[in-house]
């Protein structure tokens, strides 16, 4: 005798949701650890990483001192143009958000937030809001992963820091 198929409820949703996050992030982990050059881990960061949390756009920054570093690399983007203007304000941007930075936990940031001459160009580049989410460990911040979005989104973001 064969049974339909049953509907599965909302508990066995979520857990279908929780298994395909989890496998994702064992993937994007293990990709992250084989990445060849940190141009790949960068690609992977920015560009992978929007099954854990939603985004529009994200950016890979370098902490080379507090306050100081370098993007790395922006989704949907095969490089880097040093001398365009977004990439010289998203630097200003991430320097300044790190500079805001009291601690290792997920900063959320808007445009009002920020110094004016950041905060003026901010809808020209970005949506509402981003999220700056501290990479490194052990105390030390080495790089900011920002996420750019327009929805005040928490879930996966206790993820990211654990993938680069």
Do not use: C
């Not at 200003?92 to 940031?109: S, V, W």
């Not at 105390?139 to 996966?156: F, M, S």
């Amino acid at each position: 005798m064969s049974r339909a198929p049953q509907q599965a409820g909302p508990d066995a949703r979520l857990l279908q949701t929780q298994v395909a996050t989890l496998s994702l992030l064992a993937q994007l982990t293990h990709r992250a650890r084989h990445a060849a050059t940190i141009e790949e881990l960068a690609f992977l960061a920015v560009n992978e990483t929007h099954g854990l949390v939603a985004y529009r756009q994200a950016a890979l920054w370098r902490r080379d001192a507090a306050g100081a570093g370098r993007v790395l690399a922006v989704s949907g983007a095969p490089m880097i143009e040093r001398d365009a203007p977004f990439p010289i304000w998203l630097e200003r941007l991430m320097a300044a958000l790190d500079r805001q930075r009291k601690n290792e936990g997920p900063l959320t940031a808007v445009a009002s937030d920020l110094p004016a001459d950041l905060a003026e160009d901010w809808g020209e580049w970005l949506p509402t809001q981003a999220l700056s989410v501290a990479l490194g460990g052990g105390g030390e911040v080495r790089g900011i992963l920002l996420l750019a979005r327009d929805l005040a989104q928490q879930a996966g973001i206790a993820l990211l820091p654990r993938l680069v």
